[in-house]
């Protein structure tokens, strides 16, 4: 039996490991990958390996491997990468896993600087970036400092910058707080909106030179090819879509296009080894595939994805609404149970009031009734001073005969008790008075204080009962409802390596010529499109914040480590430029003065 070799695989967040046999072709190893991470729009990635001269290199998919000029190692490494690049990432990557794949690839180009990115765009990912990993901010759970060991802006942007690491995610969570409500799917599907619109997305570079041996740039995309300055990979030169692309070919070191336009000429370029005109040609003839594919009616299968994604995302959608109506009724019942406790908590301050209010009346009470303790002895003084008074008014009566002076004295002293009488029933009067005031007070207050005992154990009673019935009922609907969308799951395909059917001729050692047809019988194909718009534009709120902070940032840029792409970025933008306003430009006029102005490059 022939000995297996090990491969191993590095994905965008996994590392997967094989053994396959010395027949086994690149296509064999290739769906054992797709199959085992469950992808299935499989035409937009491939294989990428080293080769022996340390350059990278696609996977033949109909070759053999042990045919195709892997490095010998142990085990053999390739990594399983994104290969071809949609127009518009929204409409035409179906599958969550596929854009999963895609979100962790561009997002490690942004960070890695292979793309370049505008620093208030790199913020805006970076708040995306926490919106998947950790869902919706919570500041009770997400508090200041939890993003200091986190990677989300480019060593670039952060040296470039005199900005602390709390200033830096000051200016993230401002942005990521505002995702509060997206999935985890959704925030992929944003991210990767804004990305697509980065000048160097999905953009496959290739040092070339033109008839009169000038260095330019070769830009392989989704959209055709771009030809760029040596120095600068934002702003392309010229540009020729697929749809004006007859046939491409090449040989040796020269790579001739075929354009479909009858009166334009042929015209070439020239690379440093012939094996970068071979990928060179891969790339054309893959994207090519998929931009006519892209304009024609879908395939049942696609179809059928399609469909089944969509039958997904429904189905996610029920059970978000469903989790996030728990979550409410939830929140609701706390609210509730919060509002009960102040309540209850109010109505115990106000049966403390009473109480005290209670015990001052009865203070009251008892000095009421020391009060009328004293009315009783004044009363009874009263009444000794009444009979005193009319023992005096006798006497005196009595004692008409006596002396003038004695008589006044005694009329004097008879009127300083009928005085003293009449004030001493004066001051009874008004303390009864104030007793009997005193008493009602005591008796409201008595009242008053029976019925908010009363109303208190009411509402205690009538409001836990009523809270406590509506969140059992509730959960309990919630339960039953999660239960019939709750089940979920996953298989993991395992395919044994099986023998090789292909075409031993595969086997051949690569040609220095190789052709292919990209349009038949000059078949019209739509172009690309020429009104499309950067994402942030389309929402005003979103642009106006980007330019508020991009000034912001300016304001503390650090001018010595500004690098020749921010100078470009730069000019751009001065210039009212963005990506699809410059390829507009580029592909302004007929083929032919465009094949013109490269030549004369």
Known sequence: MPKTINVQISTAD??????????TSGKQLFD??????????????????????????????????QAQDVKKEAPMRFRFRVKFYPEDCSEELIQD???????????????????YCPPETAVLLASYACQVKYGDYNPKVHKPGFLEKERLLSPKILKQHALTKQQWEDRIVSWYSEHRGQSRDDTTLEYLKIVQDLEMYGINYFDITNKKGTQLLLGVDAL???IYGKEDRLTPKLGFPWSDIQHVSYSSKKFLIKP????????????????????????????????IRRRKPDSIEVQQMKAQAKEEREAKLVGRMALQLEKQAREDAE???????????????????????????????????????????????????????????????EAVHLEKAERELKEREAAEAQELLERKMEEALEREEETRRLQEELEDARREMEEKERALEEARQVQIVTVVKEVEVDLHQRQEHNHQHDEHHKEIIVVENGSDHSDDSDSETEKDRESHDLLVDYEVIEPPRDDRVIQVEKDE?????????????????????????????????????????????????????????????
């Open 541 to 601: 709120i979103l642009s106006g914040q980007l330019k508020s902070l991009s000034a912001e940032l300016a304001a503390n840029k650090v001018e010595k480590h500004v690098t020749k792409n921010d100078l470009i970025h730069r000019k751009n933008v001065l210039e009212g430029r963005d990506k699809y306003k410059t390829l507009k430009q580029i592909r302004a006029g007929n083929t032919k003065s465009r094949v013109e102005v490269f030549e004369s490059l």
């Open 14 to 23: 996994a590392e997967l490991e094989f053994a396959i046999q010395p027949s």
């Open 224 to 226: 055709g090819i771009s």
């Open 97 to 115: 896993i596929t854009r999963h794949m895609f979100y962790l690839q561009v997002r490690e180009s942004v960070l890695s600087e292979e793309y």
């Open 32 to 65: 054992q990958v797709t199959r085992t991470i469950g992808l299935r729009e499989t035409w937009y990635f491939g294989l990428q390996y080293t080769d022996s001269q340390g350059l990278p290199g696609w996977l033949e998919l109909k070759k053999k491997i």
């Open 335 to 397: 609210k509730q149970q919060r509002e009960l406790g102040e309540r209850i908590k109010r109505y115990e301050e106000e049966m403390e009031k009473a109480r005290r209010e209670l015990e001052r009346s009865r203070e009251e009470a008892l000095l009421l009734e020391q009060r009328m303790k004293e009315a009783e002895r004044e009363r009874e003084e009263l009444e000794e001073a009444q009979r005193h008074a009319e023992e005096a008014r006798r006497a005196a009566e």
């Open 260 to 291: 479909v336009e009858k009166t334009s000429p042929d015209f070439a370029f020239y690379v440093a080894k012939s094996r970068i005109n071979k990928r060179i040609l891969d790339l054309c003839m893959g994207n090519h595939e998929l931009f």
